[in-house]
């Protein structure tokens, strides 16, 4: 496989000498590196590159260049090379063109000149951008298939827990395998469908997503009985404990039911989280948090489920799925909430078979060209909408309220309502779902008019509440009325300390009603639940950790 190019381009000879000259002193062992000083030659390079089927891993291009500005030649090329990272190179001055460069054309990153010393201002940078190309175009696929058929609840779990994972994988149905090699080791399993291919050519069966974890490697048994903190749940509360835990000393491990990210790592953009002005993917946060983490020693299990929690004088005990046990001196629970499930009939029997709760990228690639419905209202919705829509013929979300403006934030509102094939109906709900193998049909309630009215329907999708994963913890820790754990202040009823409560002071911030277990992020009544939020508590939390492991 040739390698990939990265293409600068810039009027200024001078600059342009520079740029090539750090780009090759940097990326040349992995990355062709073209420099062309006219943007006019650079669409026309681009277009013959795209011929031969030459892949171009990053855009670095000048914003004031005569007769075409670099946004202007990035809006030209992205049909060609949509994959390609784009880096816009301004001067002080053109911050505002920048902005306009990361809505037109969903520019990656924007550079100011000079970029010196390179080692500071500009490999950094790029190195990301980089990597994170590289994970999502690799030179060969080498990863997991997954065959079954679209409808199968079993083929959509497989392909949910991969995504969640991390692990590059290609599903294909059964009618449409062309790889030979995919072919061969379908063989005599098409009756048990769908089977999951691993790289070396071993075949599982209808696997639940335990063996293909333990197929992969991932870790799911602890390395050792006793850490000083456990943290239960790796979404970005849950990573941003672990790492700071981790870089001031403390054995740390990570406990994760399903794969690590969270909810989060399934959001198809995330584009209010502070420094980083054109978003990033969940899975691009996931996969960064990980990576953190694990450098400064966290120990990550996942998948593996926590299912009790055990207080022994001045340890706590964490009992996994698998009857494992780990104890510690303190316990973050950072859970997070699941979607909460849509009760109409037939909902049940469907999921998986065209009603998804969630999992917006999982299944876009099954959604070619069709008509989508969103249930939801709020930021995880919209998103979804907005990705759906470069695939979709159309996108409809359905909505409770008059609008979206009274659950969804102001930016992604104004983005639906420029975006063609995305239409809202409000004052409405889905009543009930038809469909024998598959969805077929949903009956959609509109209230302002009292009329239900029945549409055909192969794919839905709910972005509803949030219910939090704390049935493990009942008689244990103190819960509201909706399972959220309750922390803090709001332990103190009238004044007084919880029931049992021992120590000689009232609990700390994010303490629950068991001295040394804190909860942070959605899970924790109370909380503010954007992901800024939820790595803000993740963070502090280890001064309160700190503080119980000196008093205890």
């Keep these: 496989m040739k390698k990939p190019y990265i293409l600068a381009v810039d009027d200024d000879i001078a600059v342009l000498r520079a740029v090539e000259r750090d780009l090759k002193s940097k990326f040349s062992a992995n990355y062709r590196i073209l420099a062309v000083d006219s943007p006019e030659k650079g669409v026309a390079l681009v277009r013959q590159l795209t011929a031969r089927g030459d892949r171009i891993a990053l855009f670095l291009v000048d914003q004031r260049m005569p007769l075409m500005s670099g946004t202007e030649f990035l809006q030209a090329v992205q049909p060609l090379q949509p994959d390609a990272r784009r880096v816009l190179l301004t001067a002080y001055a053109d911050s505002a063109a920048a902005i306009d460069a990361i809505n037109k054309v969903k520019l990656n990153h924007y550079l100011m000149k000079p970029w010196e010393p390179p080692e500071e201002h500009l490999y950094p940078v790029l190195n990301d951008l980089m990597e994170d190309w590289r994970v999502g175009n690799p030179a060969t696929f080498e990863g997991v298939y997954v065959v ?25 149905e059964p009618e449409g395998i062309t790889d030979a090699r995919v072919l061969a080791a379908v063989g005599s399993h098409r009756a048990v469908l769908p089977i999951v291919i691993f790289p070396d050519g071993t075949v599982l069966e209808k696997p639940d997503t335990g063996h293909v974890a333990e197929r992969l490697g991932l870790v799911t048994v602890p390395s050792r009985s006793f850490y000083d903190v456990i943290v239960v749940g790796a979404g970005p509360a849950g990573l941003a404990c672990a790492l700071y835990c981790s870089t001031e000393g403390l054995k740390t491990v990570l406990v994760e039911r399903e794969a690590a990210g969270g909810q989060a790592a399934l959001s198809s953009r995330i584009e209010n989280y502070l420094g980083f002005p054109s978003g990033l993917s969940g899975a691009d946060l996931a996969r960064r948090g990980v990576a953190q983490v694990r450098r400064f020693g966290t120990e990550v299990l996942a998948p593996a489920e926590a299912t009790a929690l055990i207080a022994e004088g001045e340890y706590r005990i964490v009992r996994l799925s698998n009857g494992q046990e780990l104890a510690a001196h303190s316990v973050v629970i950072a859970a997070g909430v699941q979607w909460r499930r849509l009760g109409v009939p037939g909902m049940d029997r469907l999921t998986g078979a065209g009603i998804y709760y969630g999992a917006a990228i999982t299944e876009a690639s099954s959604c070619q060209d069709e008509a989508v419905y969103i249930v939801g209202g709020a930021n995880s919705a919209g998103q979804a909408a907005v990705y759906f829509s470069e695939v979709a013929r159309s996108v409809r979300m359905i909505v409770r309220g008059e609008s979206l403006s009274k659950s969804m934030s102001h930016y992604l509102v104004e983005r639906i309502a420029t975006i063609p094939n995305i239409s809202v109906i409000p004052n409405s709900e889905v009543v009930a779902v038809e469909g024998k193998d598959q969805l077929e049909e949903i009956t959609v309630q509109h209230h302002d008019t009292g009329n239900a009215e029945k549409l055909p329907a192969r794919a839905l999708f709910i972005f509803i509440g949030a219910e939090p994963r704390t049935e493990w913890l009942e008689g244990v820790v103190r819960r509201d009325a909706n399972g ?69």
């Excluded at 992020?521 to 700190?546: K, Q, T, W």
């Design 148 to 172: 079954g058929t679209r409808w199968a609840p079993e083929t959509h779990r497989l392909k949910d827990f991969l995504a969640k994972s991390q692990v590059p994988y290609r599903w294909v």
């Design 484 to 552: 959220f754990l309750i922390t803090g202040a709001n332990l103190l009823r009238d004044g007084k300390r919880p029931t049992g409560w021992t120590p000689d002071r009232d609990p700390y911030l994010l303490e629950t009603s068991v001295p040394g277990v804190f909860a942070v992020g959605d899970v924790r009544d109370g909380a503010v639940r954007r992901v800024a939020n939820s790595v803000g508590e993740g963070s502090i939390v280890l001064y309160f950790v700190r503080q119980y492991m000196r008093n205890r």
